[in-house]
T-cell receptor, first 113, second 114 residues
Framework: AQSVTQLGSHVSVSEGALVLLRCNYS??????LFWYVQYPNQGLQLLLK??????LVKGINGFEAEFKKSETSFHLTKPSAHMSDAAEYFC???????????FGTGTRLQVFP | DTAVSQTPKYLVTQMGNDKSIKCEQN?????MYWYKQDSKKFLKIMFS???????INETVPNRFSPKSPDKAHLNLHINSLELGDSAVYFC?????????????FGAGSRLTVL
């Protein structure tokens, strides 16, 4: 079975500050890992994904995440927050042998001027 | 040119009614999904169809019945609506063989049961 834990349901940062959203996963098989973003009243958009290969993955809007197998983590970071980054962020896990995408409970990012 | 479109966007109805939500994707994808997002933003998979064939049915009450007339459409019919069915329902799709499960989501259909 696979699962995802997102630590912190709310994260607040000042504009220009580092963004760090935490995600830990559990998987008995090599995981595929994803970060999705949901802006208010919209569907989910893919930010970035890890499947195999390079463990540091770059996504859209300046976000990146690093797969750390030893820590079972896939934390999302952005060096400098922008007001437009305010949204709900979801970490998700899947694998090669399943049709399911399992989501975490989400982290709401607030950015203050 | 919306890739995954859902209708209606908002739906308000009384308990006990029957309602449907429609989903269409113009991406040529083979696999389509319904996800439910509750009031706490938790997203849970409900169903998955691959080229009109049911693949995943996640212990959803049988009041919920998905129907896929063709691989571009996946509709969700809900009978005898209950208060707990209030949620945002998201349709999603992905191409066949996309082992990485990169889903394209619709904008959601917010169902409110009074």
């Amino acid at each position: 079975a696979q699962s995802v834990t997102q630590l912190g349901s709310h994260v607040s940062v000042s504009e220009g500050a580092l963004v760090l959203l935490r995600c830990n996963y559990s998987s008995s098989v090599p995981p595929y890992l994803f970060w999705y973003v949901q802006y208010p009243n919209q569907g989910l958009q893919l930010l970035l994904k890890y499947t195999t290969g390079a463990t540091l993955v770059k996504g859209i809007n300046g976000f990146e995440a690093e797969f750390k197998k030893s820590e079972t983590s896939f934390h999302l970071t952005k060096p400098s927050a922008h007001m437009s980054d305010a949204a709900e962020y979801f970490c998700a896990v899947s694998s090669d042998n399943t049709d399911k995408l399992i989501f975490g409970t989400g982290t709401r990012l607030q950015v203050f001027p | 040119d919306t890739a995954v479109s859902q209708t209606p966007k908002y739906l308000v109805t009384q308990m006990g009614n029957d309602k449907s939500i429609k989903c269409e994707q113009n991406l040529g994808h083979d696999t389509m999904y319904w996800y439910k997002q509750d009031s706490k933003k938790f997203l849970k998979i409900m169903f998955s169809y691959n080229n009109k064939e049911l693949i995943i049915n996640e212990t959803v009450p049988n009041r919920f019945s998905p129907k896929s007339p063709d691989k571009a459409h996946l509709n969700l019919h809900i009978n005898s609506l209950e208060l707990g069915d209030s949620a945002v329902y998201f349709c999603a799709s992905r191409p066949r063989g996309s082992g990485a499960n990169v889903l394209t989501f619709g904008a959601g259909s917010r169902l409110t049961v009074l």
